[in-house]
């Protein structure tokens, strides 16, 4: 059974900093292309950043230069370094596996991870 477990977040004053995780199990992870998503209240979830098998990665225009998409494929996790957080980064943040190229989630939902910055 595939499972994809995120952690890492919490309440952070503007300008700071939070890493995320997100550990998959009952999968090939290092073959898997995989994306870091939120959704803020009242709105679609959406794509925040994404990371090829090969090491590739994509932003979404608003956490460029600030987002950072990584992956240890020994632990089978990927990270989402964030810093200089806004309060427009409020929302449940989610992991999953995506397409390659397209970027669209595959897989089954997480729990997801809430990350609250203050202003």
């Known amino acids: 059974q595939v499972q994809l477990v995120e952690s890492g977040g919490g309440l952070v004053q503007a300008g700071g900093s939070l890493r995320l995780s997100c550990v998959a199990s009952?999968?090939?992870?290092?073959?898997?292309?995989m994306g870091w998503f939120r959704r803020a209240p009242g709105l679609q979830r959406e794509l925040v950043a994404g990371?090829?098998?090969?090491?590739?990665?994509n932003y979404a225009d608003s956490v460029k230069g600030r987002f950072t998409i990584s992956r240890d494929n020994a632990k089978d996790t990927v990270y989402l370094q964030m810093n200089s957080l806004k309060p427009e980064d409020t929302a449940v943040y989610f992991c999953?596996?995506?397409?390659?190229?397209?970027?669209?989630?595959?897989?089954?939902w997480g729990q997801g991870t809430q990350v609250t910055v203050s202003s």
């Open positions: 990371i090829t098998s090969g090491g590739s990665t």
């Open positions: 009952g999968t090939i992870f290092r073959v898997k292309a």
């Open positions: 999953n596996f995506v397409t390659g190229g397209t970027w669209y989630p595959m897989g089954s």
